[in-house]
């Protein structure tokens, strides 16, 4: 299993610009979740999804979008691009089913928004 | 809301010396309980976890953590550190929202000489 895997691993992106941040799981995990790593702040919550077809809203929403149009994949978009959404972004997944709630991340993605 | 709060944003120890790793959460109910670990240029991995039972629970590469109920703590230790032990730690709790989705805490810096 390659796990969880996130393209691009760098990019650098002009403000007003867009971008898809790529994830895929081969795990057939049905959760999967996008997060946000800024300097000394821990990791916040972006979107998640339970399952295809269902995505909801996190703690950091705004200028973001997603969808999962299959079990696999869960892509971030970024719409006009500022320079507030340079961070390391993490896309992990997990199973709900087990009741372990372990999730599996990604090795993230770092954009730098100029 | 849910938060994870933890004490120490940078610890530095020399090789053989204990570590303990200070995290509080907020939520009084039933409450899961992680350490997550990033190794430099890495993503995050899980070092071990609490759902119910044992208090003492044990991890990888020789952590373990303790959950102390009544003083919402899920210290995390080691008796002797070693240089590869570098790393950035995360303390989380499962959300009783965003699906099982994570809470983090802003994270420590751990900084081990040889």
């Known amino acids: 299993n390659a796990g969880v895997t996130q393209t691009p691993k760098f990019r650098i992106l002009k403000i007003g610009q867009s971008m898809t941040l790529q994830c895929t799981q081969d795990?057939?995990?049905?959760?999967m979740y996008w997060y946000r790593q800024d300097p000394g702040m821990g990791l916040k919550l972006i979107y998640y999804s339970v399952g295809a077809g269902i995505t909801d809203k996190g703690e950091v929403p705004n200028g973001y979008n997603v969808s999962r149009s299959t079990t696999e994949d869960f892509p971030l978009r970024l719409e006009l691009a500022a320079p507030s959404q340079t961070s390391v972004y993490f896309c992990a997944s997990s199973y709900r089913g087990d009741g372990n709630y372990e999730q599996y991340f990604g090795p993230g993605t770092r954009l730098t928004v100029t | 809301a849910q938060s994870v709060s933890q004490h120490n944003h940078h610890v530095i120890l020399s090789e053989a010396a204990s570590l303990e790793l200070g995290c509080n959460y907020s939520y009084g109910g039933t409450v899961n309980l992680f350490w997550y670990v990033q190794y430099p240029g890495q993503h995050l991995q899980l070092l071990l976890k609490y759902f119910s039972g044992d208090p003492l629970v044990k991890g990888i590469k020789g952590f373990e953590a303790e959950f102390i109920k009544s003083k919402f703590s899920f210290n995390l230790r080691k008796p002797s550190v070693q240089w590869s032990d570098t790393a950035e730690y995360f303390c989380a709790v499962k959300s009783n929202q965003a699906g099982t989705a994570l809470i983090f805490g802003k994270g420590t810096t751990l900084s081990v000489s040889s």
């Open positions: 795990m057939n995990h049905n959760y």
